[in-house]
C-alpha cells in the first residue's frame, strides 16, 4: 500500500529554518514526481514546489522562491522542503504528494505557472508549521 508519511512540522520564529521530510513506503519514489503543498487557515490548499521525475527540474510559487528547496534522495526513498527566512505568513499545514502515477497523466510542474493538484495521486497527512515569534 502506497504511503506517504511528513515529518519535521513545528513552532519556528520568525527568520528561522525548518526540513520537512517525507517518507514514502509500499512504492520506490525513483521517477516520479514530486510536490509541496500548503494549506492555511480560512484558505485554499495552494501548490508551492514541485520537482519533475524525469529530469529533476524544479519550479517554486514566488512567494516562496529563493527562500524554500525542494530535494529528494532516492535511495532513502524520502524527500524534503527546506524553509528558509520563513515568515509569520507561511503558517500552514504542509502537505507531500508524488505523482503522476498515473500512466496517462503528463507532469505539469515547471511548465504551468503554477503546482496542480490533479497529477499528484499519492497524498501524505499534513504536518504542521507554525512560524510564531
Known amino acids: 500500500q502506497p504511503q506517504l508519511v511528513p515529518s519535521g512540522g513545528g513552532l519556528v520564529q520568525p527568520g528561522g529554518s525548518r526540513t520537512l521530510s517525507c517518507a514514502a513506503s509500499?512504492?520506490?519514489?525513483?521517477?516520479?514526481?514530486i510536490g509541496w503543498f500548503r494549506q492555511a487557515p480560512g484558505k485554499e490548499r495552494e501548490g508551492i514546489s514541485c520537482m519533475r521525475g524525469s529530469d529533476g527540474v524544479t519550479y517554486y510559487t514566488d512567494s516562496v522562491k529563493g527562500r524554500f528547496t525542494i530535494s529528494r534522495d532516492n535511495d532513502l526513498n524520502t524527500f524534503y522542503l527546506q524553509m528558509n527566512n520563513l515568515k509569520p505568513e507561511d503558517t500552514a499545514v504542509y502537505y507531500c504528494?508524488?505523482?503522476?502515477?498515473?500512466?496517462?497523466?503528463?507532469?505539469?510542474?515547471?511548465?504551468?505557472?503554477?503546482?496542480?493538484?490533479?497529477?499528484?495521486?499519492?497524498w501524505g497527512q499534513g504536518t504542521q508549521v507554525t512560524v510564531s515569534s
Open positions: 509500499g512504492f520506490s519514489l525513483d521517477d516520479y514526481g
Open positions: 504528494a508524488v505523482g503522476p502515477v498515473r500512466p496517462d497523466v503528463l507532469s505539469r510542474c515547471a511548465v504551468s505557472d503554477y503546482v496542480g493538484e490533479y497529477e499528484y495521486d499519492y
